[in-house]
């Protein structure tokens, strides 16, 4: 069973450009969540999807954005990017829609702002 | 508002000893916990999980420990092996709600041949 699918990798884009990051869950997962990840600050929670709606969302500015598709293969934009939003981006998907479960991440997207 | 918190930010242990990592969670709401593993440049790897309704979870070299009362949860590794060098993170749940899981800043272990 593939896992979690997630790209590009790596991408370097330009302060004030904007970014969209594709994420394809394990085939029959339908809870899609993104993370982000800087040194020193854990795994941040942006956002969760389920069934094309977006049930739970994060502390981060409205530049964060995402959405999710039928296939539940979700993709996450950053428009006007800063450079603090240099980091990993990950995605992970879930059986299940309740929380309590176990999430499996893919690989991530590592984007770096210059 | 940090409401997992690993308070070592590494660790270092000898091959063959036991590596014990520590977490706190102030959430009480915190039902269902987690421990990832993860190697540079790639994503985390679930690594054994525990429900509150137990106070210890077994999965080969892996345990895992719950202390409700003390919101303490701990991930004993024994017997330590270098491939286990790599940074632990600990994260913990609601059970019911919309799917969110609240990660540590984790642990970066280090264990010595």
């Known amino acids: 069973k593939a896992g979690v699918t997630q790209t590009p990798r790596y991408l370097i884009k330009t302060r004030g450009q904007q970014v969209t990051l594709s994420c394809s869950p394990i085939?029959?997962?339908?809870?899609v969540s993104w993370y982000q990840q800087t040194p020193g600050q854990g795994l941040q929670f942006l956002f969760e999807?389920?069934?094309?709606?977006?049930?739970n969302k994060g502390n981060f500015p409205g530049r964060f954005s995402g959405r999710q598709f039928s296939n539940s293969r979700s993709e996450m934009n950053v428009s006007t990017l800063e450079l603090g939003d240099s980091a990993l981006y990950l995605c992970?998907?879930?059986?299940?829609?309740?929380?309590?479960?176990?999430?499996?991440f893919g690989e991530g997207s590592w984007l770096t702002v210059v | 508002d940090q409401q997992v918190k690993q308070n070592s930010p590494s660790l270092s242990v000898q091959e063959g000893r036991i590596s014990i990592l520590n977490c706190d969670y102030t959430?009480?709401?915190?039902?269902?916990f987690l421990w990832y593993k993860k190697y540079p440049a790639e994503g985390p790897t679930f690594l054994i999980s525990?429900?509150?309704?137990?106070d210890k979870n077994e999965d080969g070299r892996f345990t895992v420990f719950l202390n409700k009362s003390a919101k303490h949860l701990s991930l004993h590794i024994v017997p330590s092996q270098p491939g286990d060098s790599a940074v632990y993170f600990c994260?913990?749940?609601?059970?019911?709600?919309?799917?969110?899981?609240?990660f540590g800043t984790g642990t970066k272990l280090q264990v010595i041949p």
């Open positions: 992970a998907s879930s059986p299940r829609q309740v929380s309590g479960n176990t999430i499996y």
């Open positions: 085939s029959g997962h339908r809870s």
């Open positions: 999807y389920f069934s094309e709606t977006q049930r």
């Open positions: 959430n009480s709401m915190f039902d269902y």
């Open positions: 525990i429900s509150s309704i137990k």
């Open positions: 994260a913990a749940s609601e059970s019911g709600g919309y799917q969110k899981v609240t």
